[in-house]
């Protein structure tokens, strides 16, 4: 019969044979440190952006969901959803008739303040004219005596003010203006 031989693997080390380990799993850690390594931030950054879009959609759906909810799917739903429409309808007519009612009483009260101040220049212009007519009238009666119209109003300066001399009502003097930027805005 052949001989077997048992060795031991300890044993066997010969140069041609080398010592039996996992060398696949050994090139996998080392792949996979050397990309960590290199593309880690990105790898991280891509990570984050990921899980942010799906909390992004996730939301989203809910709303939608939560919005069609509130959409009326019964007749029921629809009718009162179409009452409440009609009766917003009704509050706006009413609040526009409100506003219109209340412009068209301004524009009466506005015409009415126009016609008073119309008859008030009328009434002046008239009163005026009977002064003038009076004045008109005396005077040809006496030619020796003028009179002038009365005026309410009163000289601002008497007769014998000048300002180019300094001379006249006031004792002020002219005063020279400050200095500065000026106080414009």
Avoid at 28 to 46: E, M
Avoid at 82 to 110: C, N, P, T, V, Y
Avoid at 129 to 141: R, V, Y
Wanted: proline share 5%.
């Amino acid at each position: 019969m052949d001989e077997v031989q048992v060795r031991d693997l300890k044993e066997d080390s010969s140069p041609g044979h080398p010592a039996l380990r996992n060398q696949d799993l050994t090139q996998l850690s080392l792949s996979v440190s050397q990309v960590l390594a290199q593309y880690g931030w990105y790898l991280l950054a891509a990570t984050i952006t990921f899980y942010l879009l799906l909390q992004h959609l996730r939301r989203r759906r809910t709303s939608r969901t939560s919005s069609q909810d509130q959409n009326p799917q019964t007749p029921q739903e629809a009718s009162l959803v179409a009452r409440r429409h009609g009766s917003m309808e009704a509050a706006r007519r009413r609040m526009q008739e409100e506003l219109d009612a209340k412009a068209a009483i301004f524009k009466e009260k506005q015409k009415q303040q126009e016609e008073e101040k119309r008859q008030q220049k009328i009434e002046t212009w008239e009163r005026l004219n009977q002064t003038s007519q009076e004045a008109a009238a005396s005077s040809s009666s006496s030619s020796s005596e003028v009179q002038k119209p009365k005026t309410d109003k009163k000289p601002l300066r008497s007769n014998d003010y000048n300002p180019l001399t300094g001379q006249g009502g006031s004792s002020c003097s002219w005063r020279p203006g400050r200095r500065g930027p000026s106080a414009g805005g």
